[in-house]
């Protein structure tokens, strides 16, 4: 695959950028300007604005790779290479702003549904405020969550609506990004003051989070757009979770090649030995567990299948788990890892910073999914903030 290969070339690159972007509290340039040539962030843009239109499988092994060497540069190439997916199914015209002049345009978010929209003549008036948009200083559109209100402000349609907004019409909190881990994601607030969105730049989530389609109907035969979005989207959570997980065991590894204990060196104590196989065999059972999962939806929908609710529950059931069994197993040999890795100059520590961060991202919650889960399959119904 292209662009792994490119990957591959950059990967000493990502390697080297990755304490320089945490201490900047974002992507440094060069690390996001190499993201762009590898064409990550096209992988999943449809192929007549420029995209590869990839199998989502391919997709996911390069954030794997990408988060391995970066966890920060993996977390941004999974959340904003995963929204042209979401993209894809908006009016063209939307489509054509975004990405008929520069197809490597990138675009941001966050979903959540903080701002509020009130109908005006031809669209609608956007105030709002946002946490958490991952690398959005690289990014000229934002793709953001609201819920419509009346004239009065009263929220009048309980579903979330994704509005798109050029970087003209909103402002990035400089400020707003201090944290523990992934720093680098430069995952900072969003605001958003009165500006006007035409009804053009705004999709309706329920066909999309189905798989059964959007405004753009021409993107219905196409196996890759038929993905349900949360599939696609909490997929790129786990697997940059899963590959900041596969980092901090590597950093174990060459930790503990040279390192020399109380009894002799690491690398002879059983100890040691017993819990890195353990934790390289979670991590990897994880990450093929997630990959098999999103073959099996791929080949569902190659079909001409819908992915039924039950289906649905078992993938996102899976992925929390896969990344909290990985970030389980990273944090079992960073505690065996000694004194020497709480230097802050030391990769293993920044990795295992950042393994525990993302965990705290509501795609990497598991109770309700696990609740959600277990109430589908007993005939129950989901609790509506529950995004399955």
Request: proline letters at 5%; charged letters at 20%; one cysteine or more.
């Amino acid at each position: 695959m292209a662009v792994l290969d490119d990957i591959e070339q950059i990967a000493d690159l990502l390697e080297t950028n990755a304490a320089a972007a945490e201490e900047l509290g974002r992507l440094t340039d060069e690390t996001a300007s190499a993201l762009r040539a590898s064409g990550v962030i096209r992988m999943l843009q449809p192929k007549d604005f420029g995209g590869l239109e990839s199998h989502p499988v391919d997709f996911f092994r390069a954030v794997l790779e990408i988060g391995s060497h970066d966890p920060s540069a993996g977390w941004v190439a999974g959340v904003v290479g995963v929204h042209p997916h979401e993209l894809a199914h908006g009016d063209r015209r939307v489509q054509q702003e975004v990405w008929g002049e520069d197809p490597d345009t990138w675009v941001a978010s966050p979903y959540a549904p903080m701002g509020r929209a009130r109908p005006v003549e031809g669209g609608y008036l956007f105030n709002g405020r946002w946490n958490f948009s991952s690398g959005t200083d690289h990014c000229q559109w934002v793709m953001i969550g609201g819920l419509v209100t009346d004239q009065d402000g009263n929220v009048a349609e309980p579903d979330a609506v994704h509005f798109l907004l050029p970087r003209s019409d909103y402002e990035i909190v400089e400020d707003s990004w201090d944290v523990m881990g992934l720093r680098g994601t430069g995952s900072k607030d969003l605001v958003v003051r009165d500006a006007f969105v035409p009804d053009y730049r705004t999709i309706e989530t329920k066909g999309v989070t189905d798989g059964t389609g959007g405004k753009d109907p021409s993107r219905e035969s196409v196996p890759l757009f038929r993905m349900p979005r949360n599939v696609m989207f909490s997929g790129a959570i786990t697997t940059a979770t899963l590959a900041m997980a596969k980092g901090a065991l590597a950093a174990y590894v060459a930790v503990t090649r040279s390192r020399q204990g109380r009894g002799g060196r690491a690398a002879l104590d059983p100890f040691q030995l017993s819990a890195m196989g353990a934790a390289a065999a979670d991590i990897d059972a994880s990450v093929r567990h997630v990959l098999w999962d999103v073959e099996r939806v791929f080949e569902m929908v190659s079909r001409g299948e819908v992915v039924p609710l039950e289906l649905r529950a078992e993938v996102r059931r899976n992925q929390v788990q896969a990344s909290q069994r990985a970030a389980a197993a990273a944090d079992s040999v960073f505690r065996l890892s000694g004194g020497g890795s709480l230097h802050q100059s030391g990769a293993l520590q920044r990795r295992w910073r950042d393994t525990q961060a993302a965990l705290h991202h509501v795609q990497n919650g598991s109770g309700p999914i696990f609740q959600a889960y277990g109430l589908n399959l007993f005939g129950h119904p989901i609790p509506a903030h529950v995004k399955i």
